[in-house]
T-cell receptor, first 116, second 117 residues
C-alpha cells in the first residue's frame, strides 16, 4: 500500500496562474481532506469530502476549489494563485465517516507551493 | 466550540532526559485527542490517540500521554529522548458537534522539539 500520495511535491507559480494539486489514497477510505500548513499556524482545513460525491468547506476555503473524482482521488484547484497561497498543502484520508470522532487521519507527504 | 493550546512553541532537552510536551484543550463535548509528529519535510504521522477507553495512552516510539479531564490536558511524555525524536509535534482535538471547522478537527500550532547531544 502506498497510503496517501500527492503530486507534485514542489511547485512554483506566478501570481494569477492556475494549477491542480492531486491526491490519491489506496486504503479504501471514505473521507478525504485538504489542509494548508503555515509557520506557527498548525494545519488549517481548506475543504473536505465526507464521501464520494460530496464536498464541504473548511476553515479557509477562499481561493480554492475541490473535486472528489472518485473514492480514491481528491484534487485541489487554485484558479488564480496569489502570494498568500504560498504554503505546504497536505492531503489526508480517514477510514469511516467524518463523524466518527475516534478515527485518525492519514496524511500524504505534502506539496510545497510557492506563488511569486 | 473546541480549541487546543500547545503551551510551548519550542522545547529543548538533552539526549537521554525526559520529554514533556504540554497540551490543553477545551471542548463542549467528550472529545477524542491525538498527537501527531512531523519530521522535517515529511507528512504527519500518528503517535497516539485517546478514545475514552483508558486515560493513559501508549503510542509508538516510547511516547505516552495522559488524559486529565479535570485539568483539560493531554500532555505528551517520553522517559528518555533520542536524537531521532527531533521533530514538530501537534496536539489535535476532535468532537462530534463542532461550531467551527466542518469536520470538527482542530490542530494546535505545534511544538518544535530540539534534542541536544
Amino acid at each position: 500500500n502506498a497510503g496517501v500520495t500527492q503530486t507534485p511535491k514542489f511547485q512554483v507559480l506566478k501570481t494569477g496562474q492556475s494549477m491542480t494539486l492531486q491526491c490519491a489514497q489506496d486504503m479504501n477510505h471514505n473521507s478525504m481532506y485538504w489542509y494548508r500548513q503555515d509557520p506557527g499556524m498548525g494545519l488549517r482545513l481548506i475543504y473536505y469530502s465526507a464521501s464520494e460525491g460530496t464536498t464541504d468547506k473548511g476553515e479557509v476555503p477562499n481561493g480554492y476549489n475541490v473535486s472528489r473524482l472518485n473514492k480514491r482521488e481528491f484534487s485541489l484547484r487554485l484558479e488564480s494563485a496569489a502570494p498568500s497561497q504560498t504554503s505546504v498543502y497536505f492531503c489526508a484520508s480517514t477510514p469511516r465517516g467524518a463523524r466518527d470522532i475516534y478515527n485518525e487521519q492519514f496524511f500524504g507527504p505534502g506539496t510545497r507551493l510557492t506563488v511569486l | 466550540a473546541q480549541s487546543v493550546t500547545q503551551l510551548d512553541s519550542h522545547v529543548s532537552v538533552s539526549e537521554g532526559t525526559p520529554v514533556l510536551l504540554r497540551c490543553n484543550y477545551s471542548s463542549s463535548y467528550s472529545p477524542s485527542l491525538f498527537w501527531y509528529v512531523q519530521h522535517p519535510n515529511k507528512g504527519l504521522q500518528l503517535l497516539l490517540k485517546y478514545t475514552s477507553a483508558a486515560t493513559l495512552v501508549k503510542g509508538i516510539n516510547g511516547f505516552e500521554a495522559e488524559f486529565k479531564k479535570s485539568e483539560t490536558s493531554f500532555h505528551l511524555t517520553k522517559p528518555s529522548a533520542h536524537m531521532s525524536d527531533a521533530a514538530e509535534y501537534f496536539c489535535v482535538v476532535r468532537e462530534v458537534y463542532s461550531g467551527g471547522g466542518a469536520d470538527g478537527l482542530t490542530f494546535g500550532k505545534g511544538t518544535h522539539l530540539i534534542i541536544q547531544p
